[in-house]
């Protein structure tokens, strides 16, 4: 009986052992997930997968980030989908991310996703199932490089954790891609989480997208009902729910039905990484052609109106419909759809007897002119004034525009003008000593400020245009005020225009 006992506690001793995973080199970090979250892709699409729709008809109801570069892939599809989302900020202000431009993939590009340490450690010896070849990640430690690159932090291609050559867990991919700006330019506050589906949803999906900020998500291209691959996804459709993504094995726009991971759904998501940055370089941040000067903050810098939609509105702004009620009543409202910062931000066509039952996500209606002016306030003593606001805009482009304007009689309006796709948030500033047909307006004792929206009679497109802090302020110190230099230009998606207009009370 005792034997039979001694047997079988081995027996058990033997099952449990099989059952564990192994463990992992020291130092190596956390375990993987199983094997439905890891990407088991290489270089080039497998065979018969879909591609998608690389060509969709251009719709209104489409929200694409156009400017987030096209990476080809680079020792691992994780690497390269996380470097195109660090690329964009890149190019977006943070430009500490990278060396040099990261528009396109340079050799500062390459380095960031896989250095050629990563390479030489973990790439090779190069394998593939069935087989794994054991590389630098395994014992002893101290023989490979310090990690420097994003696959490195992602533990892509190393086979103390079970990974062959380009693959990469979804596990890591949080902390790998906040890893990164922390080791480069610690300066930068950056958030990730990774989300899965459930816990991420169409609608989470297209906040993100919203809001100019491009994810990182694990697909099953094939349709088996096991993860294989990590895309950037850049862009979603609401008329046919699908997501456009670059997808790492060419430069094109791909478009995918917006689905849960199951056999039989081809492009199915598993889950997302999401990614939000912070930091000094937002301070100055404006698009050329305009002028940008340092923040109110500054010695001499008088802020005479702020809006952040957070409070009641519209205390001391007047807002109208210029169309009267000839095509509804849309005009200027606080809502909550979204905001750039705390709860709510300023909808172009949100507020009115029309607008007010507008839902969050809609298509703006044609004929809108909805306004909203402040003033008047003394330029008297300025020698330097500007309004700046954050502004977010999807519209008919040369069509469909937001303006920010200035008169000096509050009737007869004169400024500049948006039109297009804004890609998410972005900064727009009218500098009061040089409007369009007005000139100078330093000196003057009366003068109004406007924000305009307006459309045609024909498209429409979702959301239209919302604004959020909102500052207008003069410089009344002695001296010039201080500038800084402008940011690069704006996108092709992005028109500017001169424009007047005059407000119908």
């Keep these: 009986m005792r034997y039979n006992v001694v047997t079988w506690l081995l027996a058990l001793v033997i099952v449990l052992t099989l059952a564990v995973p192994p463990m992992q080199a020291q130092g190596a970090g956390p375990g993987p997930l199983p094997d439905d979250a890891q990407s088991t892709t290489g270089p080039v699409p ?7 729709n690389v060509a969709p008809t251009p719709s209104r109801a489409q929200i694409v980030l156009h400017d987030v570069p096209a990476y080809l892939w680079r020792h691992g599809c994780a690497p390269t989908a996380a470097g195109m989302v660090i690329g964009y900020w890149d190019g977006r202000g943070f430009d500490a991310l990278v060396s040099g431009s990261a528009a396109t993939q340079t050799s500062a590009v390459n380095a960031m996703i896989a250095s050629s340490g990563n390479y030489n450690d973990y790439c090779l010896p190069l ?56 080791m480069v330019a610690p300066q930068y506050s950056v958030t990730t989480q990774n ?50 993504c670059r ?20 492009w199915g998501i598993y889950g997302a990484t999401l990614f939000r940055i912070e930091g000094p370089s937002n301070k100055y ?42 095509y509804g009543e849309y005009v200027w409202q606080k809502r909550s759809c979204l905001p750039y910062a705390g709860s709510f931000s300023g909808w172009a066509v949100g507020g009115g007897a029309n607008g007010s039952a507008l839902a969050c996500g809609s298509e703006y209606p ?58 998410g948030w972005t900064d727009r500033v009218l500098d009061l000593a040089n409007v369009y047909n007005l000139g ?17 009679g024909s498209a429409t497109y979702a959301q239209g245009a919302h604004v959020d802090n909102v500052v207008l302020r003069k410089y009344v110190g002695a001296g010039a005020a201080p500038i800084v230099p402008a940011a690069p230009a704006d996108p092709a998606t992005l028109h500017e225009e001169f424009a007047s207009f005059t407000v119908e009370r």
């Design 46 to 52: 497998p065979p018969g997968i879909e591609r998608g």
């Design 127 to 182: 394998d593939e199932p069935p087989t794994m070849l054991p590389d630098r990640s395994e014992p002893p430690a101290g023989d490979e490089h310090p990690d420097d690159c994003v696959a490195d932090l992602m533990k892509t291609s190393q086979s103390a954790y079970n990974n062959y050559y380009g693959w990469s867990y979804f596990n890591v991919i949080d902390d790998a891609m906040s890893g990164y700006p922390a």
């Design 195 to 244: 989300r899965v589906w459930g816990d991420f949803t169409w609608t989470s999906y297209r906040a993100e997208i919203d809001a100019g900020r491009p994810v990182v998500l694990l697909v099953d291209t094939d349709a088996d009902g096991q993860t294989d691959h990590f895309v950037t996804g850049i862009g979603y459709d609401t008329s046919t729910n699908q997501y456009a």
């Design 247 to 266: 997808d790492t094995w060419d430069t094109g726009v791909h478009w995918f039905s917006f689905a849960q991971l199951a056999p039989g759904q081809p």
């Design 285 to 326: 941040r404006v698009f050329l052609p305009l002028i940008s000067r340092t923040d109110s903050t500054s010695s001499g810098w008088t802020t005479i109106k702020s809006e952040t939609f957070e409070g009641s509105f519209p205390i001391a702004w007047e807002i109208g419909d210029n169309n009267g009620t000839d």
């Design 366 to 423: 044609n004929n809108a002119d909805s306004w909203m002016i402040y003033g008047p306030f003394s330029l008297a003593d300025a020698s330097a004034a500007d309004l700046s606001f954050k502004l977010w805009l999807n519209s008919e482009p040369d069509y469909d525009k937001l303006c920010r304007m200035a008169s000096l009689n509050g009737t007869n309006f004169f400024g500049m003008c948006t039109t297009g796709n804004t890609s």
């Design 440 to 456: 100078n307006l330093m000196g003057q004792s009366q003068v109004w400020i406007a924000l305009r929206f307006v459309s045609d």
